[in-house]
DNA sequence: TTGAAAGCGCTAACAC
DNA sequence: GTGTTAGCGCTTTCAA
């Protein structure tokens, strides 16, 4: 084996209790400096590791916090879950990770305690199969932060950016520009669609308060928000009467898959079509054309999200449900306004432009 | 609360042992039909779930494995975790995650039981800071399997494709398209860089087999594989003397970066430079243009990573390490052969093309 | 400040 | 097949 070396070794080797050892060890209470020396060259001796089950088993608490995400291997999910981990650690809480595929089942069993109880002390979770009433009912003893498009009904915090301000202001962008036949791909007119919507709402706000009408047509739903969901409605909305000069797509990736198309059928971006997404991802910044995007404060949002579940895991009482808005911010790149002054791509944190919300 | 239900309350409620509970639980031994429907009626009537915590301790293991990246935000890493949750699901394993940056004493941590011990059973492990030698001071009861370009040394697993064969491969390409100026972006030539130079041996051993010259300024050294790698060693690459008319990139968002500053540029691809990348991310299928890769098999690495692993976590007596070797194929795409006959942006499982190797 | 001891809830060796 | 029971290694109440 290897192991083996336990609390009560280490008494007995520094002639005290094992209270004592588990104090010096975790720091608590006070200690003698004659003692908490003596104990420590024991532990040095011995090479005393503690066992992280067994503490556990008796504080009644895992440590780790679980982080539920439909799909990992979609950029923005992925440069949030590293921001989440990056807190917990300093928190000295470790991640679990799991992968919903968005499906309902899978998701539920992530609002009660259920099989993996203790499991984790907490969730950070980004629902994608679940509708708002969904998250009513749950298990509230388990402490629970939401991610995206959701309402706080009291017993979760939420943190998100404000969905319809920013698809309002992404809008307004390419109506400044001049286009008036902007289509939308990204609309989820179902039950558990709620997120989409939001965005969908902002897109007509924007048509409002401009005192332009929507062209209904140009209202694309989709499946998801990847890239082959852009490529296919794009390809889609090419082959209208009439085309739109401008498309808002619900997420970068759209975005990418929409270009693709438009680079295959030989049509300019933004010359012909101007495109804007959502996320601000990374690919999107090495695109070509870079895409002009909302940006939301991932990092601030994956700090927060730590934050508000750490509180309500040290909370005795029960912490009243948060609604947490994060700062976003439009970015203007290639996609919608073309290749400006200077040649070489520039660093994604200088390339970035254009005006703080939120 | 709400917790509190033991399986001592089960036992007493269905008038047996908590050992028969235990049994029926967990599905051990022979329990009569009689007596499991008994203990089953009790544990659903007391709403009862099996603590965690204590199971672990008292079995003795975690039923957690870990996943150590460099990073998670990288396209490559997050399809490969994709996989590894998946398969070690279906096992009944939880995967922690942790991202090291790349920094070697973080991915030390990782070599022994540390302060984690028991956290996990066993670690599944990309190493980016460490050489080869550094794998070799290790607590070898902690079962571990490496990702990527290291060689075994007997006490852990090894799971990755052929390195130098692969990236021969993707050189052969470019020399066969009669390119005579390649570069290759992406060489390490220290210590930890041992991953990278196993790659830079590919691209030289296919310009010996064609019996041409390797051009050793178009050789370049990058710190990591981005984006910005990328673009900035192929921005350098352009103010040559005589610049390259191919490179080797040694990952797609190598090339990615490479691409985007070729555009700025206003050079064409793959007319003016033909680009080729390394992994097969998502990113390169819908790039315009879409770039030509070599594509591990990324489920398999993932589910032979898993699969060894939890066989040396089962296994008592040490299994001796095993090298294993992935297939990966060519995939040619616009970045080296330009746009093909068709228009449509194929769904990437049609559009993948080329031979079959490994 | 330190010690003694009672669990935390479950597993599994051992006996019947 | 089922019961008894001794831990797993640590935290923490209660006394001293």
Redesign the pocket.
Known sequence: MG??V???D??ARA?????????V??G?????E???ARVQKAVDELG????V???N????RSGQIAVVVPYLDTPYFAELLQGVIRAARVQGYNVLIDQTDGDAEHEKLFLTRGSTSLLFDGVIFSPLGLSQSDLSVRDTSLPLVILGERVSDGTFDHVGIDDVTASMEATEHLLGLGRRRVAAIGDQPYRTGEAAQLRTRGFRLAHERAGLPVHEELVISTPRFNRSDGAEAMAHLLDLEQPPDAVFCYSDLVALGAMRTLASRGLRVPEDVAVIGYDDIEDGRYSNPSVTTISPDKRMIAETAVERLLNRIGSATPVPGLEIRAPHRLVVRESTVGRQAGHEPRRPSEADGAGLTG
Chains 1, 2 share one sequence.
């Open positions: 192991r083996g336990t609390l009560r280490v008494a002639g005290v209790s094992s209270r004592t050892v588990s104090n060890v975790n608590y209470a006070r200690v003698s004659e003692t908490r005393y590791r503690p066992n089950l067994a503490r088993l008796a504080a009644g």
